[in-house]
């Protein structure tokens, strides 16, 4: 199994990015997938999730109304629309697939900053 993210880096206050997560070594479709993030000092939380049937999502209220998962099964990518980003926003971004075991990227760095 294997997760690469990308598509961070820095934006101001109010911007946007897109995070991506390709993906391999899994059947993608049938499975739930995951966005976190870390920021420093601080414990890794859960940001966002996608299951793989009917596509159901789930985000944390800290980012409800401004980020939105997605997936291409067909590309076997998951991605993360992030709006309106806030300072509070930075933190490095992980994909998580749970198959059988948890599996993670190694993460892309937001950073929200003027």
């Known amino acids: 199994v294997q997760l690469v993210e990308s598509g961070g880096g820095l934006v101001q206050p109010g911007g946007s990015l897109r995070l991506s997560c390709a993906t391999s070594?899994?059947?993608?479709?049938?499975?739930?997938m995951s966005w976190y993030r870390q920021a420093p000092g601080k414990e890794r939380e859960s940001v966002a999730t996608?299951?793989?049937?009917?596509?159901?999502?789930n985000y944390a209220d800290s980012v409800k109304g401004r980020f939105t998962i997605s997936r291409d099964n067909a590309k076997n990518t998951v991605y993360l629309q992030m709006n309106s980003l806030k300072p509070e926003d930075t933190a490095q971004y992980y994909c998580n697939a749970h198959v059988g075991m948890n599996y993670w990227g190694k993460g892309t760095l937001v950073t929200v900053s003027s």
């Open positions: 996608i299951r793989s049937a009917g596509g159901t999502t």
């Open positions: 070594g899994f059947t993608f479709s049938r499975y739930t």
